[in-house]
Structures are given as structure tokens and as C-alpha cells.
């Protein structure tokens, strides 16, 4: 009796721990000319793909299916990513929280005119 109540506690704990998700990749591709603002820059963002080159392959096609002709990959990550842009500067950035992410894009653009452009996480 007591096999049969640790067998069914032990399956209730299963049942409310979350499931650890898979690892899975993500990209942001961008089209992005120098003197272009950062509201005006175009995007395709790709999460939940097994390798980061499937993600990049993604992003760039989603970024080519809403319109922009210059698409390229610019960040490719397992968590977060993001890609910051003024006329003049862009960065990119990844991390393990989209706050990370961006506060990595920011720093890197390293202008104050910097701003979000795109962030995504898995």
C-alpha cells in the first residue's frame, strides 16, 4: 500500500512541475540603410527553430515576405535577442532575459539617439 501512495504522490509532483522546454533558436534579420530612422526599419524575427541557422533562414525569409529587399541576419540567439538603430548606429544584443538583450543592443549601438528596433525571445 505504501509502494502504491509514493507511486501516486511521485506522479501527482510529475504532473505540476513545468516541463522543461527544448533548446530551440532564434534570429532577427533587418533591412537597415545608414540614415534610415529606427521606426522605419524593416524586420523578420524567427523563434522556436533546432538550430540558429534554421532561425536565421527564417527571420530573413519573414523579412523578406513583409516587403524589404535588403534583409540580412543580424542576430542569432537560444533565449533573447535584439537589435537597436539610430540614423547613424545600430547593435546588436543577446541574453538570457529580453531586458539583457536590449540593454546589450543599446550599449553597443553607443548613441544616445539609439533606439529598439526589434526584440524577441524564445
Known amino acids: 500500500m505504501r509502494t502504491a501512495r509514493a507511486i501516486c504522490l511521485a506522479v501527482c509532483f510529475l504532473a505540476f512541475v ?18 534610415m530612422k529606427a521606426g522605419d526599419v524593416g524586420y523578420g524575427t524567427a523563434t522556436g527553430y533546432s538550430t540558429r ?5 527564417a527571420a530573413l525569409k519573414n ?7 535588403n534583409c540580412k541576419v543580424v542576430v542569432r ?4 535577442g535584439a537589435y537597436a ?3 547613424d548606429y545600430f547593435g ?11 540593454s546589450a543592443a543599446l550599449e553597443q ?5 539609439c533606439r529598439i528596433v526589434v526584440s524577441d525571445c524564445e
Open 92 to 102: 546588436i544584443g543577446w541574453g538570457e532575459s529580453q531586458r539583457a538583450a536590449e
Open 109 to 113: 549601438c553607443g548613441n544616445n539617439s
Open 18 to 35: 513545468p516541463a522543461t522546454p527544448g533548446l530551440a533558436a532564434g534570429a532577427i534579420a533587418v533591412d537597415d540603410e545608414e540614415g
Open 53 to 57: 541557422e534554421a532561425a536565421g533562414a
Open 77 to 80: 540567439f537560444d533565449t533573447c
Open 85 to 87: 538603430g539610430s540614423a
Open 63 to 69: 523579412c523578406r515576405d513583409e516587403g524589404n529587399g
